[in-house]
């Protein structure tokens, strides 16, 4: 079976889900990436991955309860699928197979 490729950015949502676990949010994502990389994630960029990361089957969303802190509003909550915990390790495989033996050093980027 043939897997539509994942994006970076997707990937790296993909993680960030996986890092928070239960719980995880558009801006709890969005910060995670912020601490991981070092630069500020635009929070709309990770709501249009997890639209084309849901439209894959690889996270599914559902709201939370309402809270008084966002003025009775519900979060929308994201959990990765087992098809997406597929892709995550997939990629990781693909990703370790080609940084294996690769030398950076003493090259021109």
Known sequence: MKTEALGQF????????????????????????????????????????LQRLEAKGLVRTRLGDPTPERGGRAKRLVEITAAGRRQARQSQRTLQRLWYRTELEGRVT
């Open 10 to 49: 997707e990937l790296l949502v993909l993680l960030a889900i996986l890092r928070i676990g239960d719980g995880a949010y558009g801006v709890s994502i969005a910060q995670t990436l912020d601490e991981a990389s070092g630069q500020e994630t635009a929070v709309a960029s990770v709501y249009a991955a």
